[in-house]
């Protein structure tokens, strides 16, 4: 079965700020790679996804993650934050078997995120 | 394009008794996912739907029972509630099963709160 694990519970930065959350998977087959995000008071959005192809993933807002096979990771990375970025993010994935994924989505605990004007 | 949809909003049970939530997913969407998402947690699975067959089942107890219909909106069903299930019941809809379209868009959830 599969697990995430996302580094940080709680990240407080400033406007301007850069930002990288971690995110770290265990599973030995291959997967499919999410990154969600929940503002406050809104439901759950896609941020980006990484499925084949270029391990460097541009998703929307500036957001873009990086995935490093040997690491098991897919690192969050922002260069510079706003305070609109405030929200909670989830790393999540789904194992694929052959051409078809197992819809579950396994995801981690979520980091919080906090940015100041 | 109207995103998924959920119903109710919100619901106040008490212990022991029955609940059905429901959700509409995306328009052409085939997949529909249950999860659920306890404060301070990420969400959990419960059950994935494509084409009205049950594709996996997390580990939530038998009480646990969903379906999908011809439309493929779903329901899932909770029997024998207990103060545990009190979480927000999400719903998510994917195009299909292959890695290019098992992306999921998740509604806003419904909240349930069990007394």
């Known amino acids: 079965a599969q697990s995430v694990s996302q580094h940080n519970h709680h990240v407080i930065l400033s406007e301007a700020a850069s930002l990288e959350l971690g995110c770290n998977y265990s599973y030995g087959g291959t997967v499919n790679l999410f990154w969600y995000v929940q503002y406050p008071g809104q439901h759950l959005q896609l941020l980006l996804k990484y499925f084949s192809g270029d391990p460097l993933v541009k998703g929307i807002k500036g957001f873009e993650a990086e995935f490093i096979k040997s690491k098991f990771s897919f690192n969050l990375r922002k260069p510079s934050v706003q305070w609109s970025d405030t929200a909670e993010y989830f790393c999540?994935?789904?194992?694929?078997?052959?051409?078809?994924?197992?819809?579950?989505?396994?995801f981690g605990q979520g980091t919080i995120l906090t940015v100041h004007p | 394009d109207a995103g998924v949809t959920q119903s109710p909003t919100h619901l106040i049970k008490t212990r022991g008794q029955q609940v059905t939530l429901r959700c509409s997913p995306i328009?052409?969407?085939?997949?529909v996912s249950w999860y659920q998402q306890v404060l301070g947690q990420g969400p959990q699975f419960i059950f994935q739907?494509?084409?009205?067959?049950?594709?996996g089942r997390g580990n939530f107890p038998d009480r646990f029972s969903a379906r999908q219909f011809p439309n493929y909106s779903s329901e899932l069903n909770v029997n024998a509630l207990l103060l545990g299930d009190s979480a927000l019941y999400l719903c998510?809809?994917?195009?299909?099963?292959?890695?290019?379209?098992?992306?999921?868009?998740f509604g806003p959830g419904t909240r349930l709160t069990v007394l």
């Open positions: 998510a809809s994917s195009l299909g099963l292959r890695p290019s379209t098992d992306t999921q868009y």
């Open positions: 328009s052409g969407h085939k997949s």
């Open positions: 739907y494509y084409e009205k067959e049950e594709r």
């Open positions: 999540a994935v789904t194992a694929r078997i052959g051409g078809t994924s197992y819809g579950k989505l396994t």
